[in-house]
């Protein structure tokens, strides 16, 4: 024992010399949502960290400029630091950022926050590195595997004919199945069918889940209706208005859902209004938006917000921290899940581990990885049988970057010229002077 307390105590501690910061963007099609329209390319922000033994570890959040830059600025005071060594840059960076508080979410239905980027992008490649030098996959850095496999949703979006990229709204007469889905529009319930058939038969998604707060809730609603004619009463369905609607607005076609829905994602705006609309109706209610911090779970358990908190590790503050949010819901009696946004196999491939180690896991996880086509791993993209994605073999992540096609997406970033998301621009291009509203029906 004391040779073995002596040899820890004479390892050398590995420190992080150097961190790559790289932009990129990635095509996306013009997809309709609450904000407004997805740009031609999806904006993410590449992170590398590598040792003094030269492991390296990697991860991937939401681009965007003012991120960037406070990674940027973060850099001196993570380098040199032992990758073991989480909590103390937690604290580090909390000293030099501030903390952030929920209100600094912003309005959008994406989070805005910087601190819990910056922490989660260093947490993971942190975590990658860790695993390496331990032989050990990130799961069981997060207690251990429970699943093999890690089951997602079809994820449905309204969208306008194209691919992204320099398609843009073209589309390619050649193209067939789950391609040509992708590149065709889908503005009304029957086009919303076609999607997620084509999606399924590609991916072998066993739930699906639509994104509105983009139609008047009647289109909305009667998707659902068309999506449950079609699939029959064994596939879940979801709907997520991004808490467009009012509280009337929402209980009135809750109630109509009823029976037709396995849950109600944000039908309306703050956890008060959640409270009122999930008293009212026999639907279980998810939340990406009004309870999105810990500070924020005292009320949501008192007024009784929500059923299930979809997690995000990107803006909760990194995977360790969404292991301890899948406890207090647990203790709460609350669901968890995992909300996503456009991502490419870092990302996903971080969902999958933690998702493999979630302990009570009821609900497919969102992903919006079919809509994407590029790839910045190596081997290229992810595969999903079933629609599950399996646990990535070997240490950490289990994934490593292809530097050729990292350079080729940084170039689609210089190129682009997009350095943040806005969704309300993109829309204007289409339809002149639309606006944003934080309710809308």
């Known amino acids: ?15 992080i010399r150097e961190i790559n910061i790289t932009p990129i963007a990635v095509v996306d099609p013009p997809l309709l949502n609450a904000a407004g329209l997805h740009a031609p390319y999806a904006l993410r922000t590449i992170v590398e960290l590598i040792t ?6 990697i991860s991937e959040i939401p681009g965007n400029i003012s991120i960037n830059a406070a990674l940027e600025t973060a850099k001196n005071l993570i380098l040199g630091r032992d990758p073991f060594q989480l909590n103390a840059m937690r604290r580090v960076l909390e000293d030099y950022f501030g903390k952030e508080t929920s209100a600094q979410r ?23 590195i860790i695993g390496k030098l331990t032989g050990l996959p990130v799961v069981d850095l997060l207690g251990g595997k429970l699943r093999d496999a890690v089951p997602f949703s079809a994820y449905l979006f309204y969208k306008y004919e194209g691919a992204g990229g320099e398609l843009e709204f073209k589309t ?19 086009e919303i069918v076609a999607q997620a ?74 956890q008060k209004n959640m409270a009122t609309v999930r008293k009212a109706l026999n639907i279980p209610l998810a939340t990406n938006m009004c309870t999105t911090s810990f500070e924020e779970i005292p009320d949501s358990i008192s007024f009784g917000s929500e059923d299930i908190i979809l997690s995000d590790h990107h803006f909760w503050g990194g995977l360790r921290s969404s292991m301890e949010l899948t406890r ?88 682009c010229g997009l350095t943040k998301r806005d969704d309300e621009i993109e829309m204007q291009k289409v339809v002149p002077g639309w606006k944003f509203k934080t309710v809308r029906w």
């Open 1 to 15: 024992m004391n040779n073995l307390n002596s040899n820890f105590e004479n390892r050398k501690a590995p420190k």
């Open 52 to 57: 003094d033994d030269n492991i390296s570890g």
């Open 106 to 128: 912003g309005d959008a239905p994406w989070d805005q926050r910087k601190l819990v980027h910056i922490f989660s992008s260093i947490e993971v490649a942190c975590m990658d």
């Open 172 to 190: 390619d007469p050649t193209a067939t199945g789950w391609p040509a889905a992708r590149q065709a529009s889908a503005l009304n319930p029957t």
């Open 197 to 270: 058939k084509a999606m399924c038969k590609e991916f072998g998604f066993q739930s699906i889940k639509l994104k509105g707060g983009v139609f008047e809730p009647r289109v909305e609603v009667d998707s659902i209706f068309a999506l449950r004619t079609a699939f029959g009463p064994d596939t879940p369905l979801r709907i997520d208005p991004n808490a467009l609607w009012t509280v009337e607005t929402s209980i009135k076609y809750g109630k109509e859902m009823e029976g037709y829905i396995e849950y109600l994602e944000d039908p309306t705006r703050g």
């Open 328 to 415: 207090i819901c647990q203790t709460f009696g609350r669901g968890l899940s995992m909300h996503s946004n456009s991502h490419v196999g870092i990302s996903l491939a971080a969902m999958v581990h933690l998702g493999a180690a979630i302990p009570d896991f009821k609900y497919a996880l969102d992903t919006h990885y079919p809509w994407q086509s590029d790839e910045v791993i190596a081997g290229g993209r992810l595969k999903f049988k079933d629609g599950s994605v399996e646990v990535p073999k070997g240490p950490g992540l289990g994934v490593e970057l292809d530097r050729e096609a990292l350079a080729r997406l940084h170039q689609n970033y210089l190129k």
